[in-house]
């Protein structure tokens, strides 16, 4: 054969068994070092049976190499490779999983003898082997070495199978117990004096704690000393503060040895982090002085850490002590009043920590990743550990199958859990073990891929069956990270046959209390009516309920949540539409949880209207419409009525679903196309008031309609227009404003004056009287109060009428209440022309007199000190507080009447809109203009949350906690960040008065 065709042949044979690179291989296995194997096919077989047989082809021939330049003899090495598998295959496969352990190696050849031993004992080693294997251990440098010796052990077990990820994960722990020791020793065999002076006791925390380290991670550690033995013990003594000071230098010591990096690598990092108050807190406390901050300072995070603390190194008696004393502040935990408000921030917290770019790649933090995993575990043993002992494993999957066993997790669903923690933890020890780096990302090069999916035991097409494999376990814990904590609930209230445990009423309880529910007793009762039963309707419920009590529970009223929905189901539960609806259209159901958990007003426009539910699971239902197809759509249901009544009634129902998808899509975010977090506030808060100054002005032409058509038929006797003003005609109304008028009329051709003012006056009387009638819709108060001469003065006015009096009699108030009229609805041509009339009066030639700008601030402050409510905190009244909204449209309506005349830009009903205008044309510097739009707007969003929150008007912040937190979170605060929301509303209205005394009152 020629020798082309006899290295085709051995490149394809050198394929088969996994090499990517054959001509590199055939030529490290040509060199002399392998001459005694090349030709063995077991060998071959061997390397191909490695997670990158390149890698271990490699390392194996810079092994040799290494022996042979320090005169040793390989021939050991080489018969280990012609002899027994096991142990043949326990160096290849670490040579073909880890190029940091084939370094050390060639740095340190002799170790590979550290993987012959093949005894039973050495098959699981505890802490009690690794600590003789370090006991002669002399010095830093030597442990580092020692450490990696050992480390070749564990790692030769893992990848050739003989321990699972538990007991490798175990492995690890019991190594780093043994090395912290020895390091520990070392360190007080430096400083004899310092050891003699303290008991030092090292608590393992984190997955050190728990029995279940990585190949690279933090050994998380906090350090208890007391005084040593045989001392006074005074612990506020000068004893007591010598000896931390001792303890303190020991502790650091021994960090350095483990941490630093010298020539012979490193070992890992200690880190002390989760002591009280963290990195700024003292390296080093008594027992009494960590009880102390436990018990008045500590959060619940940090009782969540405890969970795991175990003593590891040091005084044995002292760590215990620690331990003890603390473990009952662990299982306490769960009552705490915060606790809810704690396990929310730290949810939210982990996956915002994630770097975007990193989150597809995210195995331990990101959606279904292994955080999600020992996130529910944890919680779920703080929930429960409290009066069931067996839960209170510090190690996770141990703590999985005990919640199995109690009942408080579907077995189905632990076994599912327990297996994609175990591969999603043998992901990250592979991607760890090649080069000893911490990271929890998978890789990206095809290369790392293809080594880490065959180190899994996938051969045929290892990268595309990892990822298979990962996005499978991923979707699985994303999926049970729900069913978790919601589906034992269903279980124990479903009435349905069983096959394992269901949750006692106690524990159902327990859980709901910590999930958020304030009312659990009543939370169970709405389950079972919801879920119970072998009807379709409870299967689907079953099916929906466990992840919409979630989305409940992440809200600020999850029992609002909860009963809102029952109440939605009971009334369309038997509309075939409702369940497939939230159950194949995933949108609508996080929608229709969000809405229900938000507050007052949309669930109780949904309840009056709930086929509106239908809205939100339309892509485009929650976007708002034209007031043309708005006017459109009232006019005609009112044409169908029966009675003034009738169509008023039909009017409002139009209103009904459309201020529920305002409010809905307020609530979502779902206005346009934009993603929620790339929407400015004040872009939704310019959505939101046009969205429900076009529904209030539909309405109103509604009402009209129905009003004329009552006694006058097609056509009154004379022409009728609507005129809006206040936030009406500036575009800027929330959801619980009045609709601010004026009436204007015009009579038609041979109408006399008083019959047409008189039909003006009936026709303004019944809209007023119709949109009064009782209804439990949110209201719509028109109010005419701005009309001249106010409260006393004709509800209606002709055109003429209006131009006699404001010729003869205007003032400047009026002036400056007519900047925002606009027409809203009757008859277009008439509103033009009172707009035409109006113009001169609300954009003066040659701008205000001295003595009208004067009465502006005399009217201005006597509103602040007479018509503020008493009681009410100025800092914090959104609309006439310090720096709220009568603060900045004061001040950019003065520039209105100033400028108006001569700037058209300024020319709008818009207080935004004219803000803008205003800085534009020089009138107030950009970084003022920005101070009042932002208090503007964010007075303006204080209104519409408390609208949305507590279904009535207000203009302040609730009182009651669980308002005032939905509040927050629809300015965007998380739970817990009340305080920062009122103090970030008073420092920005601060800014925003300081603006005002300046411009509006010329304050210098």
Not at 204 to 216: C, F, I, R, T, W
């Amino acid at each position: 054969m020629a020798p082309e065709g006899r290295r085709g042949t051995r490149y394809g044979r050198l394929l088969r068994h996994g090499f990517t690179d054959p001509e590199a291989a055939a030529r490290l296995l040509d060199s002399p070092s392998l001459a005694p194997v090349r030709d063995d096919a077991l060998f071959l077989d061997a390397l191909g049976a490695t997670a990158d047989p390149d890698l271990a082809l490699f390392g194996l021939v810079r092994l040799i190499e290494a022996l042979e330049a320090l005169d040793k003899d390989a021939q050991p090495l080489l018969d280990t490779l012609l002899g027994a598998k096991p142990l043949r295959d326990r160096l290849l496969g670490v040579l073909g999983a880890s190029d940091a352990l084939a370094d050390h190696l060639a740095g340190h050849p002799h170790d590979w003898e550290a993987l012959v031993t093949y005894e039973s004992a050495d098959l699981h080693p505890g802490v009690a082997e690794f600590e003789a294997a370090l006991q002669d251990v002399d010095g830093p440098d030597a442990l580092r070495v020692a450490y990696r010796r050992a480390l070749l052990s564990i790692a030769a077990r893992d990848v050739c199978g003989t321990s699972d990820v538990a007991q490798t994960a175990a492995e690890l722990a019991d190594l780093a117990t043994a090395t912290l020791r020895r390091a520990l020793t070392i360190a007080e065999t430096e400083a004899p004096e310092d050891a003699a002076a303290c008991r030092l006791a090292v608590v393992a925390m984190g997955k050190a704690g728990g029995h279940e380290l990585n190949y690279v991670s933090d050994v998380d550690v906090i350090f208890v000393a007391e005084p040593a033995a045989g001392s006074s013990g005074a612990e506020s003594g000068d004893e007591s503060e010598q000896a931390l000071k001792a303890a303190t230098r020991i502790a650091a010591r021994m960090m350095r040895i483990c941490s630093d990096t010298t020539a012979e690598g490193t070992i890992w990092p200690v880190d002390a982090n989760l002591r009280p108050e963290g990195r700024n807190g003292p390296l080093v406390r008594t027992l009494s002085s960590h009880l102390a901050y436990y018990q008045r300072w500590a959060k619940t995070w940090e009782f969540q850490a405890l969970l795991k603390a175990r003593p590891m190194a040091g005084d044995a008696q002292l760590g215990y002590e620690y331990v003890d004393a603390v473990t009952p502040l662990v299982w306490q935990a769960a009552e705490r009043d915060n606790f809810v408000t704690d396990v929310q921030q730290m949810r939210r917290r982990v996956v915002a920590s994630i770097p975007a770019a990193q989150l597809d790649r995210e195995l331990k933090l990101g959606p279904g990743g292994l955080r999600d995993v020992e996130f529910a575990v944890q919680l779920l043993q703080l929930v429960h550990g409290r009066s069931d002992t067996s839960l209170r494993s510090p190690t996770t999957l141990e703590a999985l199958d005990a919640l199995a066993a109690g009942g408080y997790v579907g077995r189905q669903d632990a076994a599912a859990l327990d297996a994609a923690y175990r591969f999603l933890r043998t992901m990250e020890h592979r991607i760890q073990l090649h080069q000893l780096r911490r990271t929890h990302l998978m890789p990206e090069a095809e290369a790392d891929q293809r080594r880490l999916g065959r180190s899994l035991g996938y051969r045929s097409e290892p990268v595309t069956e990892l990822h298979k494999a990962w996005r499978r376990h991923a979707s699985a814990v994303r999926r049970l990270h729900e069913k978790l904590f919601y589906r034992p609930l269903l279980d124990a209230v479903a009435q349905l046959e069983a096959g394992h445990e269901r949750l006692s009423p106690r524990a159902a309880r327990q859980r709901l209390e910590a999930l958020g529910y304030a009312d659990p007793a009543s939370a169970l009762r709405h389950l079972e009516a919801l879920a119970s039963g072998v009807t379709r309707k409870a299967a689907i419920q079953r099916t929906l309920l466990p992840v919409l009590l979630g989305w409940f529970a992440d809200s600020a009223d999850p029992d609002a949540g909860l009963l809102g929905f029952r109440k939605v189901s009971d009334a369309l539960g038997k509309s075939p539409w409702y369940l497939r609806l939230l159950r194949d259209e995933g949108a609508a159901a996080e929608n229709l949880a969000r809405v229900l958990s938000a507050g007052r007003f949309a669930p109780d426009l949904l309840l009056r209207a709930p086929e509106a539910v239908a809205l939100l699971g339309d892509e485009h239902g929650l976007r708002p419409r034209s007031r043309t197809a708005l006017t459109q759509e009232t006019l005609a249901a009112v044409g169908r009525a029966e009675g003034a009544e009738a169509a008023v009634a039909a009017a409002r129902g139009v209103r009904r679903r459309e201020l529920f998808r305002t409010a809905a899509g307020d609530l979502i975010g779902a206005y346009g196309t934009e993603d929620i977090a790339q929407q400015e506030p004040g872009e939704a808060l310019d959505r939101v008031g046009d969205a429900l100054t076009d529904i209030n002005a539909a309405t109103l032409a509604g009402a009209l309609r129905a009003a004329v058509r009552q006694q006058w038929g097609d056509e009154l006797p004379t022409r009728f227009a609507v005129i809006g003003v206040g936030r009406f005609g500036g575009h800027e109304m929330g959801y619980g404003s009045d609709a601010d008028v004026l009436f204007v009329h015009e009579p038609r051709e041979g109408v006399s004056e008083h019959e047409a003012g008189k039909a003006a006056f009936a026709v303004a009387t019944e809209m007023r009287r119709l949109l009064q009638l009782p209804t439990s819709d949110p209201p719509l108060l028109i109010d005419a109060d701005l009309r001249p001469e106010g409260k006393s003065g004709a509800l209606a006015r002709s055109l003429a009428s209006y131009a006699a009096y404001y010729e003869r009699w205007s003032v400047v108030w009026e002036s400056q209440a007519l900047l925002r009229a606009e027409f809203v609805a009757g008859d277009a041509g008439l509103g033009e022309r009172f707009i035409e009339l109006i113009d001169p009066l609300r954009y003066p030639t040659g701008g205000l007199s001295d003595d009208a700008e004067r009465e502006i601030r005399r009217l201005k402050a006597r509103m602040e000190s007479e018509r503020l409510p008493r009681g009410a905190d100025p800092t914090t009244h959104a609309k006439l507080g310090r720096g709220g909204l009568t603060d900045v449209e004061w001040t950019v309506q003065l520039m209105q009447l100033r400028h108006g005349a001569e700037l058209p830009a300024l020319r709008t009903t818009r207080t935004r809109a004219a803000l803008v205008a205003a800085r534009q044309a020089g009138l107030i510097g950009e970084d003022d203009a920005d101070v009042l739009d932002e208090a503007w707007v964010l007075a303006s969003r204080v209104r519409n949350a408390a609208m949305l929150v507590r279904g009535r008007p207000g203009d302040t912040f609730p009182s009651e906690s669980r308002e005032l937190a939905a509040v927050g979170r629809y300015l965007g605060y998380e739970p817990g960040h009340v305080g920062e929301m009122l103090d970030d509303y008073r420092r920005v209205t601060r800014r925003a008065r300081a603006v005002v005394d300046r411009l509006f009152y010329d304050a210098e």
